[in-house]
């Protein structure tokens, strides 16, 4: 009898587990469709920003601005790296902050520990490096719905900054949003920003189309050049959301299938224990009767 009822506990255990991952599945695919649509939308806006730039790249030839060359007096020795690991708060979302912590962890002995400037986007990346006894030098809190004057906030503060030559790169660590069915973990050069060649325009869309700017194309260029720092790294944290409620709702759907498949089994052992007690109380029914007689 003890043995059924432990295994009556353990089902209802698993039973209430299914149900709240079954809810979490259910929560993350929501905002996945969210997140989802924001990024799509601002794929074009992205991508018609990275057009614009590489015609007036093409037109504007040589480029001398602080965003691509740094400081007019130069980049100082002493300036560092700054890499911007972007994690989650929240974890439950299978191997997601673990793909990006592997890959930041090898850019950063690429580098060096201690010749660049750790920034952490998430409280799960803060916990890990810290545990690793990396010095962080700023917890960039964002959440898993970036807003734009954030963003642009934190990207006019790495321009500032690499600009003034207190930084002598900013590198982003992200997962790449490709496909709902791959995503990616990436290193992004946000600065000094690489300028397109100046065929790319045509080799990707055919001949280049002439076109008059007014102002001058290297004015629009120099304008422009900040726009797409602020657009390239909100775009990467609209990427990094998307990536993470994928991975939390394919992680809480293989956990929902699991637990179905436990609570059948349990049943099953259930049923078992059960049928064998009732046959040993029949048994031991009938053999006190036969000694009665």
């Known amino acids: 009898m003890a043995k059924a009822r432990e295994l009556k506990k353990r089902q ?39 057009e614009l730039v590489t015609e007036l790249a093409r037109r504007a030839g040589n480029i ?14 002493t300036a560092k790296p700054l890499v911007l690991v972007v994690t989650s708060d929240r974890g439950l979302c299978g191997p997601y902050n673990g793909s990006i912590i592997r890959t930041a962890m090898r850019h950063l002995r690429e580098i060096g520990f ?7 986007a998430g409280r799960k990346g803060l916990g890990v490096f810290k545990f690793n006894g990396i010095t962080i030098g700023r917890h960039v809190q964002v959440g898993d719905n970036p807003t734009v004057e954030d963003v642009h906030h934190l990207a006019n503060d790495y321009m500032q900054r690499f600009t003034a030559g207190e930084v002598s790169a900013v590198h982003v660590i992200f997962m790449n949003f490709i496909s709902v069915s791959r995503q990616k973990p990436e290193v992004l050069q946000l600065l000094p920003l690489k300028p397109p060649a100046s065929d790319d325009a045509g080799e990707a869309k055919g001949p280049a189309v ?14 422009l050049l900040p726009v797409t720092v602020r657009t390239t790294l909100f775009q990467a944290f609209l990427d990094a959301v998307v990536s993470e409620h994928i991975a939390r709702m394919v992680a809480m759907k293989a956990a ?16 078992r224990a059960r049928q064998t007690q009732i046959t040993t109380e029949l048994t031991e029914i009938i053999s006190g009767a036969a000694a009665l007689e």
């Open 256 to 271: 929902t299938d699991n637990a179905t498949k436990m609570g059948k089994d349990l049943s099953r052992r259930f049923n």
């Open 210 to 223: 002439e076109y008059d700017f007014s102002p001058p194309a290297p004015q629009l260029l120099a304008d």
């Open 114 to 120: 201690d010749n660049c400037i750790v920034e952490v």
């Open 64 to 77: 001398d601005h602080p965003l691509v060359s740094g400081p007019s007096g130069g980049v100082p020795k």
């Open 12 to 50: 209802k255990a698993v039973g209430n587990i299914k149900r709240i991952t079954r809810t979490m599945q259910m929560i993350a695919t929501s905002k996945f469709a969210r997140a989802q649509g924001r990024a799509t939308q601002s794929k074009p806006y992205s991508e018609g920003i990275f």
